[in-house]
């Protein structure tokens, strides 16, 4: 009877801890979050293309109604390739949260010596209008507001993936192209770092470009 007894009184207890464990999680947000972000986080996208890939997007919301948002998804960061050969990274920029276009201007700022790192489509100057005026923006791209799609889209124009956002749909993506270029005196099984920085910005009132977002992608490359 007291071996019951005892059970029971346990049984309860435990009960009541489960209990206050729920309530306390149910009070207080972000208590069993481990991740604190800024900015709104989607899940990653996914691609027909082999590789892993990984999506950040920022967006954020004016008093003007202007949403701005630079949403990204990078293909494979570990590239294998013979020296004297080259390997191809890829980076993937879309725009499916803001309704003002975002021009991205992409540089090299890390590379070892001797290695060629070549970024497509390259740095180029480019007329947009704004409002009854032209004005010349410098960018390797720009990612204007695209809609979702809940099948995927068939008419993708060259350059551009179509890219699955996970409970979210389908959405069209511009491809940057990372060549990396290993010089054949380099001994096999080294390993080189790349880093690559891509700085978002959108045109304000006086249709100067204003800096909103700036983004690191990284390549481990192994000859």
């Known amino acids: 009877m007291r071996s019951l007894t005892g059970w029971i009184r346990r049984t309860a207890l435990w009960g009541m801890s489960l209990t206050l464990l729920l309530a ?5 947000p972000g208590w069993q979050s481990t ?8 899940p990653a996208p996914r691609a027909d293309e082999a590789g892993a890939f990984v ?22 960061a570990s590239l294998r390739v013979d020296p004297g050969g080259e390997a191809n990274g890829v980076i993937y920029f879309y725009n ?15 590379a070892p010596d001797g290695w060629e790192v070549e ?18 923006v410098t960018e390797n791209l720009c990612a204007e507001p695209t809609e979702l799609s809940s099948e995927e889209i068939e ?33 096999a099984g080294t390993k080189g770092d790349v880093k690559i920085t891509a700085v978002a910005s959108w045109l304000g009132q006086s249709g100067a470009a204003t800096v909103g977002q700036t983004r690191d992608f990284d390549f481990t490359v192994t000859a």
């Open 24 to 28: 306390f999680s149910y009070l207080i």
């Open 35 to 42: 991740t604190a972000v800024g900015s709104s986080l989607s």
């Open 155 to 187: 008419d993708v124009a060259e350059g551009m993936v179509c890219l699955i956002v996970p409970s979210r749909g389908y959405a069209l993506a511009k491809k940057v192209t990372i060549t990396i270029r290993v010089p054949e005196s380099e001994e």
């Open 55 to 76: 999506s950040m997007v920022d967006s954020r919301e004016t008093q003007d109604s202007s949403r701005y948002s630079l949403a990204t998804a990078q293909g494979a």
């Open 119 to 136: 970024i497509d489509p390259p740095l180029h100057d480019t007329q947009v209008g704004f409002g009854r005026d032209m004005i010349t």
């Open 96 to 110: 499916i949260d803001g309704n003002r276009t975002t021009h991205i201007t992409l540089e090299v700022v890390q």
